[in-house]
């Protein structure tokens, strides 16, 4: 069975900080290239960032800068380090292990809210 369980959300204002982890189970973590996406109130889910095994990444055009992904093969756990939050980061943050175009798996999500 495969999980995928999100943690490190939360409430914090305008330009703080959060560190979001992915603890993936019941895959072979290092095949799979790892990857957040958010979906805020009234708005499609979109990709924030991924990384596959040998730590490429890739980044939305609104977080570069601000967001880094990264990956413990070991601990077949994702992370994504959130810097200078603004209001309009403030969504769902999903985690997400693709292996194939028709094998991937989706989080729970947690709730990421950016505000004074």
């Known amino acids: 069975q495969v999980q995928l369980v999100e943690s490190g959300g939360g409430l914090v204002q305008p330009g703080g900080s959060l560190r979001l982890s992915c603890a993936a189970s019941g895959i072979i973590f290092s095949s799979y290239t790892m990857g957040w996406y958010r979906q805020a109130p009234g708005k499609h889910r979109e990709l924030v960032a991924t990384i596959i095994s040998g730590g490429s990444t890739n980044y939305a055009d609104s977080v570069k800068g601000r967001f880094t992904i990264s990956r413990d093969n070991a601990k077949n756990t994702v992370y994504l380090e959130m810097n200078s939050l603004k209001p309009e980061d403030t969504a769902l943050y999903y985690c997400?292990?693709?292996?194939?175009?028709?094998?991937?798996?989706w989080g729970q999500g947690t709730q990421v809210t950016v505000s004074s």
């Open positions: 997400n292990a693709r292996f194939s175009t028709t094998i991937r798996y």
